[in-house]
């Protein structure tokens, strides 16, 4: 038996949930709390021997325990209540103290005291059945995705190419392998622009749209910083990625015989100013701030020139009226930052920020309020805790809080998001790029929500498995940080401590804490530092106002190589955040207003919600495809897929319409969503639909403010910065705004302002203008940023940046997973409900 189990049974339990109680005997083994109870006699054979049924939870579901020993004189028994990150609430009464606190300590070292990945349960199961027939880890290949999507070495060249530069992970350890880019831009030109973008995540095709041939690119931001740095290289990838489909040759720069590939690296330029020799060459690998030049100023400034040449070409092309239009032509291509403006502008005191639009003509800029981590984080907590008394109360919700805790506005924002960004590709034929700060949360689910309304093929379960692994494992998405599967010691509790403020022994002794003074100065203090010095040290949670921090960090070219599944590891509270729980909420809003347009069903969503946490399978362990590869996980560990299509028939949509025809209505090809049908996800929070959705079908949840509420934030050109409604409009409908003079606004400081911008929901929707807080610019066409940045971060607030980060730290972190079925939870003759295998934690393989 494990050392850490101090006690592997015990008998005469009571089970409360849901206001209801059952007694059975709890069962603890090395990967699961068991709790065996007995069923009514079956009506059909009343004779026949007693049945019993069983309820498995794996520890890392566990997202908040607490033991509550006996009070002196009480008549309560003393217990243990969990918070599951699917949403079930449970809780557990014992006999005697010694028996509950034998149970606590248990659980509590077999879930956030492991302290090694290859400890978890992904790494001894072993599948049964049909399951051990399928390799989930088989199912994706990027260059046979990529080949399907219309980009293959094979077919005609449409302007992309595969580049094996990130072949080994040294280019950029949290990418992929193999990255598409595209071709008139050469693997040097990528190795200088890297530096300019935050770990080294450049604009990388995710998307190819077979119709129009536009495109959905992604990466981090760039590394502009108050000091307005600027990278040639960078502006250069942009505007290759916006010229693929115009009929517009790229100006040669350089000595280089090719039309079609253009280097605009260092040396290039180089070779220009010296009277076009191009015998100056750089070794492979030499970094750029270690090249001998003559004059670095002279570089600069013919590289930047040469820029500047390819810009004015494709603009004077593109006004020439005799010029043949070409299909796309008049495109309006898209910079989507999912970030609020304000933030962007406070990250620039952090050494990033967002593009500068004069430097990138090609394309106009949009900023999206979609929060950051912690937001998210503290919302679904607040959801939480209206729904945490589930165990021993039946009582409805109460609607008015739901709405306050603000989790279907972040959810409606995020589709209103994605709404903008399928209409710039679907409808106005423009390449979109996406980013937020390091590009692998917010920037995760615009890209994927979006493919998923461009291309029927990712509303197939076998589409859905690729898009998943293309966009969220590929590309790199920190689940061992957003999911903490090793758990932490503060999401346990012993109450009479949480009350007292003091430790408490075994034997009931109480224990002086180090840190249980009045130490707000210190602390404030410290948080302060953190937000300034931006994410120096590893683990950091107050790295950045952007929250991305940096847990880790990777020096390109050096790969770490390591094994991380015998490395001890803990989880940063401040860094749980169920992002990809709001995509497939997400995902669930688009299946829910497109009946017909999936094959897979909710049950699908919830089951793989589910598995997020449950630790069973490998997919979900690691941030990245190099620590995947690194620790072999694929040897190691199987795939959450071999489970969905070992039960296919168990997910798949009834009426589910394979057939696409966009002349008639509900069969289009295109889908979007509808924000003003926005709606609680009942079934992900283990609630009934009327619970949360209310008793009249089809009712808003959304109040006429939220619905109207623009998830646009602002709007960048080279010509102009702040937004106003008809401008934002006319960005969304594809036409090219006017440039306006900036008119300070004397109710704000010089460099803020209030502006109004429209909801985007629909083509035919009207906009309706709502104020919202974003950065002005000055009336230079190149403002210095040095002062809108202290106004920007005096607007934050020193004191509210602080309090955010205060609360945050001392919040719960209680990540959150799938969901029971809902109904009568004693229905079938079952009295926990779990007969049909979607009980806590049940797992229909362990029948």
Not at 285 to 293: E, I, Y
Not at 330 to 342: H, K, S, T, Y
Request: hydrophobic share 30%.
């Amino acid at each position: 038996m494990d050392l850490r189990i101090k006690v592997s049974k015990v008998e005469n339990v009571t089970c409360w949930r849901e206001g209801k109680k059952v007694e059975g005997s709890l069962h603890l083994t090395a990967h699961h709390i068991i709790f065996r109870y007995p069923l009514p006699p079956s009506e059909s054979k009343p004779e026949s021997k007693p049945r019993f049924g069983e309820s498995w939870l794996t520890y890392p579901m566990i997202s908040y325990c607490t033991y509550r020993p006996t009070p002196p004189a009480s008549p309560h028994p003393p217990s243990i209540r969990l918070r599951c990150r699917d949403f079930t609430f449970v809780s557990f009464h014992f006999l005697t103290d010694a028996e509950a606190r034998s149970v606590y300590d248990s659980v509590k070292a077999l879930t956030c005291k492991l302290g090694r990945l290859d400890k978890l349960y992904a790494f001894s199961y072993i599948p049964h059945g049909p399951e051990k027939l399928i390799d989930g880890w088989r199912l994706y290949d990027p260059r046979k995705e990529f080949a399907r999507q219309g980009i293959s070495e094979k077919s005609g060249d449409k302007g992309w190419r595969f580049t094996t530069i990130n072949s080994d992970y040294s280019y950029s350890p949290t990418y992929p392998a193999v990255l598409v880019v595209p071709s008139a831009i050469s693997d040097s030109v990528l190795k200088y622009g890297a530096k300019y973008r935050s770990r080294c995540r450049i604009p990388a095709l995710t998307y190819f749209h077979p119709i129009n041939n536009c495109t959905i690119t992604r990466s981090s931001q760039p590394m502009r910083s108050y000091k307005e740095h600027r990278n040639v290289q960078d502006e250069r990838l942009v505007a290759a990625i916006c010229a693929t489909t115009k009929n517009t040759k790229l100006p040669t720069i350089g000595t280089s015989n090719s039309a079609s590939t253009t280097d605009l690296s260092t040396k290039d330029a180089l070779s220009d100013a010296q009277n076009d020799s191009d015998d100056s060459t750089l070794p492979v690998g030499t970094p750029p701030d270690q090249t001998s030049f003559a004059d670095v100023d002279l570089v600069e400034d013919e590289a930047i020139r040469k820029a500047r040449e390819y810009e004015d070409a494709i603009e004077a092309r593109a006004e020439d009226p005799s010029e043949r239009k070409i299909y796309g032509a008049q495109q309006n291509n898209l910079i989507v930052d999912a970030r609020p403006r304000l933030n962007a502008l406070a990250m620039q005191g952090l050494g990033r920020g967002s593009e500068k639009m004069d430097n990138y003509r090609c394309c106009s800029k949009v900023y999206l309020n979609i929060e950051n981590i912690h937001v998210m984080r503290n919302s679904l907590e607040a959801v939480i805790n209206l729904i945490k008394d589930s165990d021993i109360s039946p009582l409805p919700l109460n609607q008015d809080q739901l709405s306050k805790t603000k989790w279907l506005n972040h959810i409606a924002n995020m589709i209103d998001g994605v709404g903008i960004i399928a209409r710039t590709i679907g409808i106005h034929h423009s390449h979109v790029l996406i980013h937020c700060s390091d590009g692998w949360d917010r920037t995760s689910q615009l890209s994927a929500l979006s493919q998923l309304c461009l291309d029927p093929y990712f509303r197939t379960i076998d589409g859905f498995t690729t898009l998943v692994e293309k966009d969220w494992l590929s590309f790199g998405h920190m689940f061992r940080h957003r999911c903490g599967p090793l758990g932490s010691e503060k999401w346990f509790e012993i109450e009479n401590e949480r009350v007292s403020n003091t430790a408490v022994s075994e034997n009931g002794a109480p224990i002086p804490s180090a840190g249980s003074g009045n130490n707000t100065f210190e602390n404030a203090l410290s948080r302060a530092t953190g937000f300034f010095r931006g994410s120096s040290g590893v683990g950091s949670t107050n790295g950045s106002s952007e929250s991305e921090s940096e847990p880790f960090k990777f020096k390109a070219g050096h790969p770490t190589g390591e094994d991380l599944t015998d490395k001890k590891l803990i989880t940063d509270a401040g860094e749980v955040s169920p992002m990809f729980q709001q995509f497939l909420d997400g995902v669930y809003q688009l299946q829910y207003q497109h009946p017909t347009r999936f094959e897979f069903n909710e049950r699908f969503l919830r089951r793989l919600l589910y598995h997020l946490y449950s630790c069973q399978y490998g997919t979900f362990l690691f941030d990245n495809e190099f620590e995947r590869q690194s620790s072999k996980a694929k040897t190691r560990t199987h795939s959450v897929w071999n489970y969905f299509l070992s039960r296919r028939k168990e997910f798949t949509n009834p009426t589910y319409d394979p057939e696409i025809d966009d002349h008639v209505p509900g069969k289009e090809r295109l889908i979007f969503p509808r924000k003003e049908e926005t709606r609680w996800w009942a079934e992900g929070f283990g609630r009934k639909d009327s619970e949360m959705n209310g008793i009249v079908p089809g009712a808003p949840q959304l109040s006429v403010q939220d619905i109207n509420a623009p998830v646009l934030a602002g709007v960048e050109t080279a010509d102009f910065i702040e937004t106003t409604p008809q401008q934002a409009s006319s960005i969304s409908r594809g036409t090219t705004p006017q440039p306006r003079a900036f008119t300070p606004n004397p109710t704000y400081s010089s460099h803020l302002q209030t502006e109004t911008t429209p909801r985007l929901v629909s083509d035919t929707s009207t906009p309706t203008a709502q104020k919202v807080e974003s950065v002005a610019s000055t009336a230079s066409p190149q403002p210095k940023t040095g002062s809108a940045l202290t106004a920007g971060l005096a607007a934050l607030g020193i004191s509210g940046a602080l309090n955010s980060r205060s609360s945050s730290s001392h919040s719960r972190n209680r990540s959150t997973g799938n969901a029971v079925a809902a109904g009568n939870p004693f229905g079938d003759g079952d009295p926990l409900g779990v007969t049909n295998g979607e009980g806590f934690g049940q797992m229909e393989e362990m029948k």
